[in-house]
């Protein structure tokens, strides 16, 4: 494999699914003496042993800032996991058996388990709702704040480095070196740098050391393509669709699948287009221009 040295100038960030923002951000940040900041805020003082990956904590707001880990299933209420038997004493509305938090691929869902006083995220009653990083949830009066954590060093220590991507600067290459971590999550990564400084080929290494190597990596230049045509390049189109549309054509979200989809210079993605990419990696569909029909997509 050729050995790749690339610049000190980008930024790598690995957020949590489209559909839940997390409060644990891994990132190398380009300084002006070109050092490395690496971040990894988690609502938990020890760090618990779990699986690698995105996981999730409960943190009470009272004043002794109970915590809890929530693995696949936590039940909240008086007789339940949290806040626990002291929660009636303190708020006769949470009831016994108050609500339910629950994994549900890879991201949280919170139920209410018909409480009579009811449950609230972020002030609005709910009946079911996806959780995001930093909502708040309100049993009677009790508060309580949900947060995701992705455990980056567990990650890394599944997965060999085998790449030869390198950097001159020691302390980057720390960096790289976490790129297998990256690597093991099917959650999207953002890569921030100027034109030239390395971000496909990091791209490509991060590809290359995931469960999708097997699938295509696709780039798409998005700076390169007007409004009308980017539309069609990333979601297809159906045959008369628009002048010139003769036949039926995929676009980027279904030929990559399997695989990855890199798109380049996405700060340059058309205002108006920005919902449609939305929905696509929220919720792994797109529909291909002039079709009513929606196509369930498997990229990262």
């Given amino acids: 494999m050729q050995e790749h040295i690339v610049s000190d100038h980008w930024t790598l960030k690995q957020p949590g699914r489209a559909t839940a923002n997390t409060s644990a951000e891994t990132s190398a940040e380009n300084s002006s003496d070109n050092q490395i900041e690496t971040s990894a805020k988690t609502s938990a003082d020890k760090r ?31 007789e339940g996991n949290f806040p626990g038997p002291l929660s009636e004493a303190v708020d006769p509305c949470v009831e016994p058996r108050h609500a339910r938090i629950e994994r549900r691929g890879a991201g949280f869902v919170i139920r209410d388990l018909r409480s009579n006083g009811g449950t609230f995220v972020n002030g609005t009653r709910i009946v079911e709702a996806h959780l995001q990083s930093g909502d708040i949830i309100r049993l009677g009066g009790l508060s309580s704040g949900f947060s995701t954590v992705f455990f980056l060093e567990q990650a890394n220590a599944s997965v060999a480095p085998t790449h030869r991507l390198k950097s001159r600067n020691l302390l980057w290459q720390a ?21 030239g400084s390395g971000k496909e080929i990091l791209a490509e290494t991060i590809h290359s050391l995931s469960k999708r190597s097997p699938g295509p990596f696709t780039r798409v230049n998005c700076s390169a393509l007007s409004e009308t045509l980017i539309e069609s390049e990333l979601f297809g189109h159906v045959k008369g669709s628009f002048t010139g549309a003769i036949g039926d054509r995929k676009g980027a979200f279904e030929t990559a699948r399997g695989g990855t989809l890199f798109l380049d210079e996405i700060g340059d993605f058309p205002y108006g287009l920005q919902a449609k990419l939305l929905r696509a990696l929220e919720n792994n569909e797109v529909r291909p221009v002039g079709s009513d029909r929606l196509l369930q997509t498997d990229v990262r």
Avoid: C, K
């Fill in 48 to 78: 618990p042993d779990i699986p690698a990956g995105i996981t999730a904590f409960l943190a009470s707001s009272g004043a002794n800032g109970d915590r809890q880990l929530i693995e696949d299933l936590l039940v909240l209420g008086s």
């Fill in 175 to 195: 960096q790289i070196d976490r790129l297998p971590g990256m690597a093991s999550s099917d959650y999207p990564i953002l890569l921030l740098g100027p034109s």
